[in-house]
């Protein structure tokens, strides 16, 4: 193995095996946590308080050019270096890359936790547990509430945690990824719609939303196709997308979500406190069933099902680039 981009199929099979084995523990080195304090030092380069709305667009493209470009050129010197050094480091290295830009276990570890304290009626552990991994507030929601944020954050995330970064890595290797993982994360730390980052992180917003166009819209399809393998109502499930998806603020975000409010017949969206003030969310889906810890443990399986076909598509897609 050689090159920045070379990174053969069955290391994307590697890559995922390592995810659901090992997951993120939190004490392991992890290039995204290190992308995300890159980004906390840049901010406080470029943010300028009083600065005029163009001045912080200015000053926020800024920040993603850099940071795109410090990550872009920090995974392409180390993979050089190492495929300079002996093919079989480059090889590992690629292999921890690509395994550490893959959330399947982590998401799963993370929304578990959080359906385990509702059902065993500790509801405020379930809602800071909630917190954690979602952006809306979540200290007054009853238990239905913080079911209905638990699927929601659980199907978008598959789009953002696996499929995109399956995408990339198919595409541009283990490069291709943590490239993509740094947009994502300048995305999740600034690009919201509050007093500060309104502007200043426009251009991270935008650039997520193109970077994600496709893998939203692969998920739909991949959850749909896990969604017929359990025998679920996946003609159902593919109308709720067709009729709903582009209902959503974001342009991606509705695509995963009307395909899982679909599949699990539940109806997600409505009302929810972000940042202080009450977003009315255009609702996805319809409420044949309730949303509860029954629809939460088959969103799991399709999790893990869409998951592995994403990676079997990516790993075809690699054997055939190669």
């Known amino acids: 193995m050689s090159g920045i981009f070379s990174f053969s199929a069955p290391f994307v099979l590697a890559a995922f095996a390592l995810d659901l084995l090992l997951g ?3 004490r392991w080195p992890h290039p995204v946590r290190w992308i995300g304090r890159l980004i906390e030092t840049t901010e406080r380069v470029f943010y300028k ?9 200015l000053r926020g493209g800024l920040l ?18 190492a495929s300079w050094i002996h093919g079989a ?19 799963y570890d993370e929304s578990k936790a959080v359906a385990t304290a509702l059902e065993s009626g500790r509801i405020d552990e379930a809602r800071r547990l909630l917190s954690r ?32 970064p399956l995408f990339y890595l198919a595409l541009g ?55 017929a393998a359990w025998g679920l109502d996946w003609r159902r499930g593919w109308a709720v ?26 109806q997600l969206g409505g009302p929810g406190i972000y940042f202080g003030r009450t977003v009315d969310k255009p609702t996805l889906g319809d409420s044949v069933r309730p949303p ?25 897609a690699r054997a055939l680039w190669e």
């Open 24 to 26: 993120d523990p939190p």
């Open 64 to 81: 993603w050019i850099v940071n795109v470009a410090a990550v872009a050129g920090s995974v392409a010197g180390i993979l050089a270096a």
């Open 173 to 227: 290797g283990p490069l291709g990824a943590m490239v993509y993982k740094a947009v994502n994360t300048m995305d999740s730390m600034v690009g919201y719609q509050n007093d500060r980052y309104r502007n200043f992180g426009w251009w991270a917003a935008r650039m997520d939303d193109l970077v994600n166009w496709i893998p939203a819209r692969l998920t739909a399809l991949v959850l749909v196709a896990a969604g």
């Open 241 to 266: 997308v067709r009729r709903d998806a582009r209902k959503h603020k974001s342009p991606n975000a509705g695509f995963p979500e009307a395909a899982a409010a679909g599949l699990l017949g539940v």
């Open 292 to 316: 509860d810890g029954e629809a939460f443990r088959i969103m799991v399986r399709l999790l893990f099902t869409a998951s592995a076909l994403a990676v079997l598509a990516a790993a075809l």
């Open 133 to 164: 991994i979602v952006s809306r507030q979540t200290e007054h929601l009853d238990a239905e509430g913080i079911w209905k944020a638990l699927l929601e954050t659980v199907s978008e995330n598959l789009s953002d945690g696996v499929i995109a």
């Open 49 to 57: 308080d009083g600065a005029t709305p163009l001045g912080h667009r």
């Open 89 to 107: 480091l480059a090889g590992l290295f690629s292999l921890w890359i690509a395994y550490t830009a893959l959330a399947t276990r982590s998401l």
